[in-house]
């Protein structure tokens, strides 16, 4: 039952976080800019202003879908984000090019979470498998993987979601601060 209640809460502070996110995106879409450019306006001009020739901007689906991918070098913008011309396309673009900046830089955090994605990754699908034996054969794997077992292997792999959240934090922080300063810097919001 604890375990139960615990899940419920993260799970409530998640939807929380995501509906705030997406209220404050929706206040600043309606904010507009000093200087009238798109979300992929800006990224282009706060990478070349960075010494950055080597990213590509790029157009994705979805909404708050936007993202900095290091492996083919591109800032994945949502499409809102891409053609807005107000603060939240403008704050999201920045940001996802402090990424770019960070990767540029070699900013030791980045490297680091970049490092523990793979990790990560062994660490979901460990737990998927778990989870599929616990459901369809619990009583019948018992021998073969005891339940002590099976929650000491979930701690680990979540215990490696924590790490790999916690290293995240100050990445987007930082991603975060250098965006700011550069749209002040540049007089775009």
């Not at 603060?87 to 900013?107: L, P, W």
């Not at 980045?110 to 994605?117: I, P, W």
Request: include cysteine; glycine fraction near 6%.
């Amino acid at each position: 039952m604890g375990a139960l209640i615990i899940g419920l809460f993260f799970m409530a502070v998640g939807w929380m976080v995501s509906n705030r996110l997406k209220s404050k995106f929706k206040e600043y879409s309606q904010v507009h800019l000093k200087r009238d450019l798109t979300g992929a306006e800006i990224a282009r001009l706060m990478l070349a202003d960075n010494g950055i020739q080597d990213v590509k901007v790029i157009s994705v689906e979805g909404q708050l879908t936007d993202h900095y991918n290091p492996m083919d070098k591109t800032v994945n913008l949502s499409q809102e984000v891409y053609h807005g011309r107000n603060a939240a396309a403008a704050a999201v673009a920045s940001h996802e090019c402090g990424h770019a900046v960070q990767h540029a830089n070699a900013y030791a955090m980045l490297k680091l979470r970049s490092a523990m994605v793979p990790v990560q990754n062994v660490s979901a699908r460990v737990l998927n498998f778990i989870f599929m034996i616990m459901i369809f054969g619990g009583f019948f794997a018992q021998n073969i993987l005891p339940w002590s077992t099976a929650i000491l292997i979930m701690i680990v792999c979540y215990g490696v979601f924590a790490a790999f959240a916690i290293i995240t934090l100050p990445v987007e922080f930082d991603a975060s601060r250098r965006a700011l300063a550069w749209v002040e810097s540049r007089g775009i919001a």
